[in-house]
């Protein structure tokens, strides 16, 4: 049972415009989220997370959304750079446990 | 920051043979260590939780005596796949408990 959704495989951007990636989780309990960036054949390295108790995090280009009605999260990343293409991972956990994974987006930003 | 190093980073074996890979965290005590697996195209699906001088807790349906998870001091975590087989080739990735910090990752390829 897939706890959190990455429905879009992929998403190809122009540089400088906004990439948007989403997210949708089932559990309820979640209360933790985390993005991370994931390049081939390499660990995950850690972007942004945002917790239950705020709806919005923001990092330099990277800005976390939460709709907690919605069970929903996104990853705005702008201006968006040929740099930024990878994999991005959400993650979500509930009460410090393990973290569920999405089937990950792939990003390609286009010079 | 944190930092956790995986070794290998790519391992190719002969079926039947054991692969052992380690997990250290070099600037901080991990009392608790996640290992997770990776198959093309999908989610990073958590295998089992290590603790530190305590058995290792297994997700359903993982075997525990084909992946044999030590957990031996505060700063070395170990998955070894016992009489691999093709179908464990897979990528390998650990965690340390925080959710911020993975290794780099372990490619194996059984033959």
């Known amino acids: 049972d897939q706890q959190v959704k990455q429905n879009s495989p992929s998403l190809s951007v122009q540089e400088g415009r906004i990439s948007i990636l989403n997210c949708d989780y089932t559990n309820s309990m979640f209360d933790y989220f985390l993005w991370y960036k994931k390049y081939p054949a390499e660990g995950p390295t850690f972007l942004i997370s945002i917790s239950s108790i705020k709806d919005k995090n923001e990092d330099g280009r990277f800005t976390v959304f939460l709709n907690k009605s919605a069970k929903h999260l996104s990853l705005h990343i702008v201006p968006s750079q040929p740099g930024d293409s990878a994999v991005y991972f959400c993650?979500?956990?509930?009460?410090?446990?393990?973290?569920?994974f999405g089937t990950g987006t792939s990003l390609t930003v286009i010079p | 920051g944190a930092v956790v190093s995986q070794h290998p980073s790519w391992v190719i074996c002969k079926s039947g043979t054991s692969v052992k890979i380690e997990c250290r965290s070099l600037?901080?005590?991990?009392?608790?260590m996640f290992w997770y697996r990776q198959f093309p195209k999908q989610s990073l699906m958590l295998m089992a939780t290590?603790?530190?001088?305590?058995?290792?807790?297994?997700e359903q349906g993982v075997e525990k005596d084909k992946f044999l998870i030590n957990h031996a001091s505060l700063t070395l975590s170990t998955l070894t796949v016992t009489s691999a087989h093709p179908e464990d080739s897979s990528f390998y990735i650990c965690?340390?408990?925080?959710?911020?910090?993975f290794g780099s990752g372990t490619r194996l390829t059984v033959v």
């Open positions: 290590s603790n530190e001088g305590s058995k290792a807790t297994y």
């Open positions: 993650a979500a956990s509930a009460l410090g446990n393990q973290f569920y």
């Open positions: 965690s340390a408990k925080n959710g911020y910090t």
């Open positions: 600037d901080f005590q991990a009392t608790t």
